[in-house]
């Protein structure tokens, strides 16, 4: 007998067979199949044979294909609801943002960036900047940066094989095009992408905000853009770009850091300027604490002084170089100013801050600052507006002594109680701009604005000063008027959106989700359409593409005085172009 203080799976514990037994065991088992087989030939003959459950059954029974489309139904929840990840059969997206500092790169499916990195690579045994804005290289040596770059994103970074994946190219509206066109080039060509969907910065950054009509400023690292969105076109008539970004904080720390540290690097200014400086405007009298930075390069590490942390972005709000034009609450104004009188306050309701640069501490409180100080620059009259005199009428009305309602009852009526005072109020010839109501102490308090200062003659004069809401009087007991001044211009109406996504990469949140989009197949450029004409991608000055084939002799359009343009046309067609289609213009007879 086996030891019961041993464990069940040790073969130690377990009893050794002899050989009738093990015998018979084999003799039980063949008999047990062999009755298998039996009942398997019945089955057979009364039925058919039974299909046996191959790869190959399954593929031709359709089996497999349930199979692999209940896993592919097993969908991703992300921060765009569940279901995005797994939208058709297709492979997700690549999203890919360069900026002239970072660059964000991910996947259509995910709500943040896979990851973002610095813009630079190695090129000749020294680290270069890939974003080339003033395009100083010759097509070689950018074509050799971009590709050493490309190869890092997607196959360190990513780890993705860009053969046959679709690429959302995320841009801002004039971007350089040697470098746009060389990256182009290189996707096409050298990544086999299967297409490119290419999106304006300014654009995708109104998408998770539920935003058609904004005002873009996108505060980046070399300079800082303001453009209009009018239902997801930009406005390329209210395009304003100035010098002021993350570069020019990072030149004022480095000459205000001049005698204690001769050349610090670009990381150690971007750590300082996150880490210290705040943009907001401290109260007079108010002194920060001196931090201690510390660097491998300095010995005893460098101070930073209260001035240093409050002034080095100084320059973003009152000019770079001494240029007051070269603000950003100014490139602000310009653009308000470039639009039409009736879009104006629209937009300034509308305010999207987006880039690295809107997040220093207290960026958007000294935005609004600078703009409401700008009001009084002769520049900007036409912002500012005219105050408008309002009357504000406090109607107190209390119900009749007989049955009095209660205060729960009495809330339920005030909502008709305030829509007759409107409706008596209107039908007297009273303009009323704004209406409210509270209840304090069993009685109703309407508060109504209205440019007209008769107020309570139309009421007493309508019903004798008593309101009848259904079956219940109300008298008025008092009226109470004042006047204030109401203004009305755009300055006025000046705020910022809040937005649910770090500023830095807003843009990149944007294209994630048109990237989902499978309806956006048809505004993509295919590989195949690529090389049979080379483009250098859309402009957004108009709706056409930037052809680079060989030029051909375009057919001259008839003289002016040969045709007239249709009148009520729209202001303009495509992307912000005013050129009138061929098929609109009517030939005089």
Not at 73 to 99: H, P
Not at 259 to 286: S, Y
Not at 413 to 425: I, S
Not at 446 to 474: F, M
Request: glycine residues 8%.
């Amino acid at each position: 007998m086996a030891d019961d203080g041993k464990a069940k799976g040790d073969p130690k514990a377990e009893p050794k067979l002899s050989t009738a037994e093990l015998l018979a065991k084999r003799s039980s088992a063949a008999s047990l199949l062999a009755k298998t087989r039996e009942s398997r030939a019945k089955a057979g003959e009364a039925g058919g044979a039974a299909p046996r459950r191959t790869l190959s059954s399954l593929t031709k029974s359709g089996a497999l294909s349930k199979l692999q489309g209940a896993s592919s139904r097993t969908l991703s929840v992300d921060a765009f609801g569940s279901g995005v990840g797994g939208m058709g059969s297709e492979k997700a997206a690549i999203i890919l943002d360069i900026g002239a500092a970072y660059t964000k790169c991910g996947f259509s499916n995910e709500a943040t960036p896979r990851v973002v990195i610095r813009s630079v690579t190695s090129y000749n045994g020294a680290e270069v900047r890939v974003y080339d804005p003033e395009e100083q290289r010759n097509i070689s040596v950018m074509t050799e940066i971009l590709v050493r770059f490309l190869h890092e994103v997607f196959y360190k970074h990513l780890l993705v094989k860009t053969t046959d994946r679709r690429v959302v190219f995320v841009e801002p509206i004039a971007p350089p095009v040697r470098f746009r066109q060389t990256i182009i080039d290189l996707l096409y060509r050298h990544y086999l992408v299967s297409s490119i969907l290419h999106v304006p910065a300014a654009t995708v950054a109104t998408v998770p905000l539920w935003l058609t009509t904004a005002l873009v400023v996108d505060c980046g690292h070399t300079e800082t853009t303001v453009v209009a969105v009018f239902d997801g076109v930009p406005s390329v008539t209210s395009f304003t770009a100035v010098a002021a970004g993350a570069a020019e904080v990072h030149a004022q720390i480095k000459t205000r850091l001049a005698d204690k540290w001769a050349d610090p690097p670009d990381e150690a200014l971007e750590d300082i300027k996150v880490r210290a400086c705040i943009a907001g405007r401290l109260p007079e009298g108010t002194v920060l604490p001196t931090l201690k930075y510390s660097a491998k390069e300095l010995q005893h590490g460098v101070d930073l002084d209260s001035e240093l942390r409050t002034t080095a972005c100084d320059s973003l709000f009152e000019g770079v170089n001494n240029d007051v034009w070269s603000s950003i609450p100014r490139a602000i104004l310009d653009a308000l100013m470039s639009c039409s009188v009736d879009s104006r306050k629209r937009l300034a309701k509308n305010i999207v801050l987006c880039g690295g640069t809107a997040m220093l501490p207290g960026f958007r409180h000294r935005l609004a600052q600078s703009i409401a100080l700008l009001g009084e620059d002769p520049d900007y009259k036409a912002l500012v507006g005219a105050s408008s005199r309002r009357c504000v009428a406090k109607v107190t009305l209390a119900p009749a002594e007989v049955g009095k309602l209660e205060v729960g009852d009495l809330r339920g009526n005030a909502h008709r109680l305030l829509d007759v005072l409107v409706d008596l109020l209107r039908s007297s010839g009273v303009q009323v701009s704004e209406s409210d109501f509270t209840v304090v102490d069993g009685k109703v308090v309407c508060t109504i604005q209205s440019p007209d200062e008769d107020i309570d003659e139309g009421l007493i004069r309508k019903d004798k000063a008593s309101v009848l809401v259904g079956r219940r009087t109300y008298t008025i007991t008092d009226i109470t008027k004042s006047t204030t001044n109401t203004p009305s211009g755009v300055l006025d109406a000046v705020a910022f959106v809040e937005s649910p996504a770090p500023a830095n990469v807003l843009p990149w949140v944007g294209a994630s989700i048109l990237g989902t989009l499978e309806s956006l197949a048809s505004k993509s450029i295919s590989r195949d359409t690529y090389l049979k004409e080379p483009s250098g991608g859309p402009d957004y000055t108009s709706n056409c593409l930037i052809r680079l084939g060989p030029k051909t002799e375009e057919p001259k359009p008839p003289p002016p005085e040969k045709w007239k343009v249709r009148h009520g046309r729209p202001s303009a067609w495509g992307c912000g172009s005013l050129a009138v289609p061929p098929e609109i213009k009517q030939h005089a007879i």
